[in-house]
């Protein structure tokens, strides 16, 4: 077996613990073992050390997640070079616009949100706050369609193979053929519009960001209710709005003119 393919069974249980806890919230160990295919006496010594490092608390014979995982997640985010670099002008145009502002990166794939500024026209919703903890497809998001038509065509396809095109609205591209056209689309004029496919009422449009070497480093997205948004304002507004925040953000990159603990 090769180096890369070797693995730890146990720190894989761990790892599939803490998804489960995250998916399902507070969870009791009949339960936890119910979901896992791992002996009872197993997974309770898991728990067991993962509440004395704070990573899991247990409360009333239920478990959840613990807050050190916070402290790791700030880390990251803090350390992310699209983020530190973004930051400032995703907010200036949340502000600007009255609208929801996101810069999000990819892993493995998915969608990841690292931030999300509110405008004043705004609501913070439970899908919101849910869509932030969670990875996200990348085939139906303004975020997510711009990274995609920036990776090579053999990973889109391993992409796509590994999760396949669900539907989330109506509008959501679910055939492979319509999404590779719209991926060229989004290379040529160098935008995505997400017109209802994630959230239905919801329009978006994102643009990925580049560095100099022209590798993908993330993507910023403006969005807001199609009462808002109207024709001229999503496919007019909306471009030139986000496409000034990526150059702002391109330009950041590259002087390094932010400061990594800047709040």
Same mark, same amino acid.
């Given at each position: ?45 898991? $728990? ?17 997640? +613990? ?14 070079? #699209?983020?530190?670099? +973004?930051?400032? !002008? ?9 609208? #929801?502002?996101? #810069? ?6 998915? @969608? ?6 509110? +405008? ?28 995609? &038509?920036?990776?090579? !065509? ?10 396949? $095109? ?37 329009? &978006?449009? +994102?643009? !990925?960001? $580049? ?7 993330? &993507?910023? @997205? ?16 909306? !471009?030139?709005?986000?496409?000034? &925040?990526?150059?702002? #953000? ?14």
């Amino acid at each position: 077996m090769s180096q890369s393919g070797r693995r730890i069974q146990a720190l894989e249980t761990t790892s599939r613990i803490l998804e489960v806890l995250q998916e399902h919230g507070e969870m009791t160990l009949s339960k936890l073992t119910d979901q896992l295919n791992v002996t009872k006496g197993t997974i309770h010594t898991h $728990l067991m050390t993962l509440n004395d490092c704070g990573l899991v608390q247990k409360q009333d014979n239920r478990y959840r997640l +613990g807050a050190k995982l916070m402290t790791y997640g700030a880390h990251v985010k803090n350390r992310h070079l #699209i983020y530190q670099a +973004g930051k400032a !002008p995703a907010k200036e145009l949340a502000l600007e616009t009255g609208e #929801i502002c996101e #810069i999000a990166t990819e892993h493995a794939g998915r @969608c990841v949100i690292l931030h999300r500024f509110y +405008g004043e026209n705004t609501l913070n919703t439970q899908y919101q706050q849910e869509s932030l903890e969670k990875f996200r497809q990348l085939h139906y998001g303004a975020t997510g369609k711009s990274v995609l &038509a920036h990776m090579e !065509p053999e990973r889109v396809d391993r992409v796509i193979e590994r999760y396949g $095109l669900p539907q989330r609205t109506e509008n959501t591209i679910t055939d492979r053929e319509a999404l590779l056209d719209e991926l060229e689309t989004i290379r040529e004029r160098g935008y995505a519009f997400n017109d209802e496919e994630e959230v239905r009422g919801i329009r &978006a449009v +994102g643009a !990925p960001v $580049l560095n100099s070497d022209q590798e993908l480093l993330g &993507a910023i @997205c403006l969005a807001g209710p199609r009462g808002r948004v109207d024709d001229a304002t999503f496919s007019e507004e909306f !471009p030139t709005l986000v496409s000034e &925040a990526r150059s702002l #953000i391109e330009i950041n990159v590259e002087t390094n003119d932010f400061d990594t603990f800047r709040p």
